[in-house]
């Protein structure tokens, strides 16, 4: 017993040593590490691209590399930021991040791999501009290949236009909601004939929208605060006007997906939303139609996938993500997982052009294809989302609690200011 | 009076602490002449330390170190990659002119209050109930203390449904015995309730467990004394109970200020943020709590500085609270 005791202290003691040991090698191997590596390691999230491409993707490069891709749950960009952070073997050499994300990694741009130098400047052009721009630093540095993109749309329910009178030709309803103040127009009158049914989800939402069409956000290039601005401020009207029209459903919880089948006559959403929607309203196929964001396209999301600097084969990894989202290969994920591609040549291919029975037969891609390419070049700041976090507080305590819209904005204003100092904006 | 045997534990203490048995006396006053006994060095002591060293390494390593990082952090802007940036008590400052950090403040500080209250009670009298049930006392032990081992997103989920505000059960039954909808989760004052009530529903049971095992520690001479006296079940309850059970109380209500005061998933997974609308705690941020605010802070907004800050204030928030109980504690040891 004592002899087993202590055999058991000793085991436990080269355990501890030993994984002592490797921890400090782990870290201290890379330093001289090479830059032609076989094995190369691949991080996305579920969803972020296709199985089947990067399936495809091992296959091909077999000849000269073994890519092995790891789908990481959880808090992806916690997960990278931490794992970039420690540095050593374990940094993935492609990893994707998140279009909502990509603003935060720029001021760190040194982590990464400047994809020009790779050669993405030759095939740039293949790629819309406004995305490849929001993944590169000021003086020039591409850190992000774009993967999707999240062009918005006006999701509409023919039915229940038919019944109010109002037209349900996609063509026609785009018209009709040319602006921000027709489309609400449009949503008196429906409330007009059926009580009950509301046009917007929630006011954040058009908030979120109307401030995508411009092309500037809160905080400009030259790092100051511009969220009190006329260009937010007219966003904010924008966003209130439902509100006090009384076609607002002020829904900021879950129960949307209860809703979406029921009262909700319209929502505005990504090309990716209609998953949302079909998933949570199987019973409405055939009733949605979709037609142009009114006052102009928008993008709401869309992921990027870069290459860490410990990138162990750059030229190799770069083949590797210019072939996975080269514009033949994007069609074929557009087929097996609806990533709506960043290439617009992606758009006149067969898998894109068919007719959606989710909207009745429309061809979705003939409003989705040139609101992508419309969407304006804007700067987004690295703490650009921390300082419009307070904004969609303050429209949901309008409708939490009817706060007055002055008052609101004014809080709005006086947090974002303080959010904005102390992420070291002046 | 003689003291009962539940505050036993302090009768042992005096043993273990303080003075010690009188065997070991001797050695604090050698007699004069005597050859002083080596001590044994640290050294010598090697084996014991090694034995108890995995702990205290994987502590170390784990939160002692993180935890003294985290106030070097609150010093400093850090946005998780970059480099530091020594900003000596500006995080403190903000920290003070913030407003959504003192909202959260009052948000935990409510939902603790809603939730220990029932929380507490509740478990008393179910404990009590308990203590008297004859048949099927396995099964209702079971059967109470599983909402606390179910998986406490499963459980947040759950209460989302229930409460939704459009077409949640709850709302449901209101509405057949002809009651409006009631926003459960949009008005401020109701978030913290059905907050409150899903922490109820979950640690309810788990007290509950403490307090049967406190209450089968009070000899059965104690009650048949009352009965004899003429007391009613209700007195026994209030005269014999509860003053007997007073340290076990006392025991929950510390831990239950610890786990109340760092309610996280119950609000994030109940008001799950989503593309459009990053922002943590539900409509109003009215369920937004210090640990959430402290998550966005950190983790979302990549304010590693001012995250560290907040939690390092609210870890003053905590000390405070439980030199509070602590205080009531002693005082009740005394009397």
Known sequence: MDLSRRGFLQAAVFTAAASGLTVACGGGSESGGTKNGKDLTLWYWGGALSDKVVAEAKTHFSGQIKLTSASIGGDFKQKLTTTLAAGGSSVPDITGIKGEDIASFLPNADRFLDLNDLGFNKISSQYLEWKTKLAQTKDGKQIGFPIDIGPTALFYRADLFDKAGLPTDPAKVAAEAKTWEDY??????????????????????????????????????????????????????????????????????????????????????????????????????????????????????????????????????????????????????????????????????????????????????????????????????????????????????????????????????????????????? | MASPPVTGSATVREHRGGPGPARFRPRRTPPAGAVRPKRRGVLSYWRQYLAISPFYLIFAGFSFVPVFYSLYLSFQRYDGLG???????????????????????????????????????????????????????????????????????????????????NFGLVNAILGTVGIEPVPWLSNPWLIKVVIAALMTWMWTGYNMIIYLAGLQAIPQSVYEAAKMDGAGPVRTFFQITIPIMRPIILFTVVISTINGLQSFSEPQVLFASNAANANLGGPGQAGLTTLLYFYQSAFLDNDYGYGAAIVWAFFVLIIVLVVINWRIVQRGRKS
């Open chain 1, 184 to 426: 609400f127009a449009l949503g008196t009158e429906l409330k007009k004939s059926q009580p009950g049914i509301f046009l917007v989800n929630n006011i954040s939402s058009v908030f979120n929208i109307a401030v995508g069409q411009g092309t500037k956000r809160f905080i400009d290039e030259d790092n100051h605060f511009i969220g009190d601005q006329e260009h937010i401020r007219t966003a904010w009207e924008t966003a209130i006007r439902p509100y006090t029209l009384g076609i607002d459903a002020k829904i900021n919880d879950q129960t949307w997906n209860a809703a979406i089948g029921k009262n909700l006559a319209t929502e505005l959403g990504a090309a990716w939303h209609a998953l949302d929607i079909e998933s949570a309203a199987p019973g409405t196929k055939g009733k949605w139609r979709v037609c142009a964001t009114p006052n102009g396209p928008a993008n709401q999301g869309g992921s990027y996938l870069a290459l860490p600097s410990q990138c162990r084969n750059p030229e190799e990894a770069f083949k590797i993500i210019s072939w996975i989202l080269s514009p033949d290969n994007n069609a074929k994920s557009y087929t097996d997982a609806t990533i709506f591609p960043a290439s617009p040549a992606t758009y006149s291919m067969e898998a894109m052009t068919g007719p959606d029975a989710f909207f009745g037969g429309q061809k979705i891609i003939e409003v989705f294809g040139p609101a992508a390419e419309a969407i304006p070049v804007s700067y987004e700041a690295p703490a650009d989302s921390a300082v419009m976090a307070p904004f969609m507080a303050e429209l949901s305590s309008i409708e939490a609690k009817g706060k007055k819209p002055d008052d609101a904005w004014n809080d709005a204003v006086d947090q974002a200011k303080q959010i904005a100092r102390r992420q070291g904006v002046n």
């Open chain 2, 83 to 165: 480099t530091k940036q020594f900003v000596g008590l500006q995080q403190y400052e903000f920290l003070w002119n913030d407003p959504v950090f003192w909202l959260s403040i009052r948000n935990t500080l409510a939902i603790w209050v809603l939730s220990t209250v029932p929380t507490l009670f509740g478990a008393l009298v179910l404990a009590t109930l308990l203590h008297s049930v004859r048949r099927f006392k396995g099964f209702y032990r079971i059967a109470l203390y599983v909402p606390n081992v179910t998986s406490i997103v499963a459980v947040a989920i759950f209460f989302g449904a229930v409460f939704s505000n």
